[in-house]
């Protein structure tokens, strides 16, 4: 198997989570070549799971790649550019899809002297659904995975580094909109209106001030506003309907839904200092905290040795979410980095790429993982 031919197919395919139909049809036709137990489709989503049973008792292992892209227009001038308008793979995925397909290559030529492998590809991983759309099947209850791992490359860290560290490695993180209804009236008589704005001035400033930025305190946490709108460009109305949208997120999942409950009740409090303004709050793409077991995080730190690579231990968790997470709630397992470069553009920059080298380096460390366990 060509990695970079199929790194770059994957690249030129790039779709939007959720819409990820040709993506899905490309890595089946991939994976047939290596010839898997069994692959699961599902109904309720573009998920892929491609099962590989050596028999002989053994673990259930399950190792995760994602493959949605995200809505940022390709800007690089790429031989295999992105064939979508306004969406590229500008976070890697199509290199953490290629990596599961050289995995599985692997297994093909190289099986395992016993137990079952679990290749999870997963679509919606940027909308944080694509988790809870595989547990909602029920599959891993039948299967009932006894480790799960994935991988996420890192810029700014040395090209194939591990970086890894017990309990939580990434944040949880959860969106929401708060909509703020009172009443219009005329541009000339506008203390007939019940305005929003000083109740989202208000709720702005209380939410703001609950952040606490020092990463290394159990109690680190971030509301982050990400719009705040009161009105519409209609001159001769004043306003009567206002949205705050923030993004919350913390070290854990305890602290995430304990800022939640803070949230809803700032909220109501401050609306019901003004007579005639309700409110209505939607919680949009929760993202679970990765919450890494000490024995995977183990068995990614013999693996990394066998390889040769540098192991990083990650003192903080990263701010940003991860949809495995779900997953490790559920069950015991891990997600670790493998850096992408000194020099690679942050995630989701337009000028980031996934570098191409870096493929063989996440298939010969997730095979390690397998053969030790």
């Known amino acids: ?28 036709d991939s994976l047939a070549a290596f010839e898997p137990t069994h692959i699961h489709v599902f109904k309720n989503s573009k998920n892929l799971l491609a099962v590989y049973d ?17 809505r940022v227009p390709e800007t ?9 308008p306004g969406v590229a793979h500008k976070c890697g995925h199509d290199g953490h899809a290629t ?13 395992l002297a016993k137990g079952r492998v679990l290749l999870f590809f ?57 909509e703020l209804h009172g009443r219009t009236a005329h541009a000339a008589e506008p203390l007939k209106a019940v305005s929003p704005y000083p109740t989202a001035r208000a709720i702005t400033d209380r939410l703001l001030a609950m952040n606490c930025y020092d990463m290394s305190r159990d109690d680190f946490r971030l509301l982050t506003l990400v719009e705040f709108r009161v009105g519409e460009q209609a001159y001769g109305v004043a306003a009567g309907h206002g949205v705050l949208r ?8 305890g602290l995430l839904q304990r800022t939640k409950m803070e949230l809803l009740q700032v909220v109501e409090q401050e609306t019901s200092n003004t007579e005639g303004l309700g409110n209505n709050i939607t919680w949009r793409e929760y993202f679970a905290a990765a919450k890494n077991h ?28 991860e949809d495995f997470g779900l997953l490790t709630q559920h069950y015991d397992g891990a997600l670790f980095g493998l850096g992408s470069g000194d020099s690679q553009p942050p995630l989701h920059h337009q ?16 095979y390690q993982i397998l053969s030790g366990v």
Not at 294 to 316: H, M
Not at 351 to 366: A, H, Q, R, S, T
Request: with cysteine; hydrophobic share 40%.
């Open 1 to 28: 198997m060509n990695y970079n031919d199929i790194r770059h197919q994957l690249h030129q395919l790039a779709e939007p989570s959720g819409a990820e139909v040709n993506t899905q049809r490309f890595i089946i």
């Open 294 to 321: 000490k024995d995977a995080v183990e068995s990614i730190r013999n693996a990394a040795e066998r390889c040769g690579l540098e192991y990083v231990e990650k003192q903080t968790p990263f701010s940003w979410g």
């Open 122 to 178: 997963q679509a919606a991983e940027e909308t944080g659904e694509g988790a809870a759309q595989l547990l909602e099947t029920g599959i891993l209850e039948k299967y009932k995975p006894g480790k799960v791992y994935a991988l996420h490359n890192i810029p700014g860290e040395p090209l194939g580094c591990v970086i890894c560290k017990e309990g939580s490695f990434t944040c949880s993180v959860v969106s929401c909109d708060i």
């Open 76 to 84: 690089l001038d790429l031989p295999y550019a992105s064939h979508t």
């Open 351 to 366: 000028l980031f790429d996934f570098p191409d080298e870096l493929v063989p380096v996440g298939v010969m460390i997730f």
């Open 246 to 253: 923030f993004t919350l997120r913390a070290k854990d999942d």
């Open 99 to 111: 990596i599961l397909l050289g995995l599985a290559e692997q297994l093909h030529l190289h099986p």
């Open 54 to 70: 050596f028999g002989h008792g053994g673990p259930t292992t399950l190792i995760r790649g994602d493959f949605d892209a995200v």
